[in-house]
Every structure is written in structure tokens, then in C-alpha cells.
Nanobody, 111 residues
């Protein structure tokens, strides 16, 4: 059974940084492509970025240059480093892999 768990959310001031973590268990992590999504208040869920099994990354335009995705296969973990946060980054952030989302972690950016 695959399990996906995100942690690391919280309240941060605009301009600050947070690092989110996604831990995946129950499958071969190193083979997995991994995505981050987010859903802001009153908005649809949107794609944030991805990292493939070779470590290649891609980002949505709103976060390009501010967010960085990385992975540690030895720890079955993906990271989302978020810098220069803006109020519009406020959302629940989800890890997506193996056909499923985790429960999400709330990020709130105060202006």
C-alpha cells in the first residue's frame, strides 16, 4: 500500500521561506516521478512543479525562480524549497505520485 505524507507547512511572512517535505512509502521511490500541486482558497488545484526519476525538474511560471524541488532517494523523500513567498502562495500543498495525493499541508503567507 502506497502512502504519501506531506509536512512542513505553516505561517510565514511575505518574503520568507519554507521547506515542505513529502515522504512516500510502500513502493520503489527511486523510480517515481513526483509532482507538487497546490489549492488556494476558492481556487482550483494547480500544478506547481515536478521532478522525474533522473532528477530533472520543471516548474509552473508563477513559482519559477522562487521554488526548488529536490529528492533524496535514500530517504524516500521529496522536498519543495519555497523562497520569496507571496500572499498568493497561500494554499494547501499536495504531493502527487503513484496515482495519488497526500493529505496536504497548509501554507499561509501573511502580507
Amino acid at each position: 500500500q502506497v502512502d504519501v505524507v506531506e509536512t512542513g507547512g505553516g505561517l510565514v511572512q511575505a518574503g520568507g521561506s519554507l521547506r515542505l517535505t513529502c515522504v512516500v512509502s510502500g513502493t520503489v521511490f527511486s523510480n517515481l516521478p513526483l509532482d507538487w500541486y497546490r489549492q488556494g482558497p476558492g481556487k482550483e488545484r494547480e500544478w506547481v512543479g515536478m521532478i522525474n526519476s533522473q532528477g530533472r525538474t520543471g516548474y509552473a511560471d508563477p513559482v519559477k525562480g522562487r521554488f526548488t524541488i529536490s529528492r533524496d532517494n535514500a530517504k524516500n523523500t521529496m522536498y519543495l524549497q519555497m523562497n520569496s513567498l507571496k500572499s498568493e502562495d497561500t494554499a494547501v500543498y499536495y504531493c502527487y505520485t503513484a496515482g495519488m495525493y497526500g493529505q496536504g499541508t497548509q501554507v499561509t503567507v501573511s502580507s
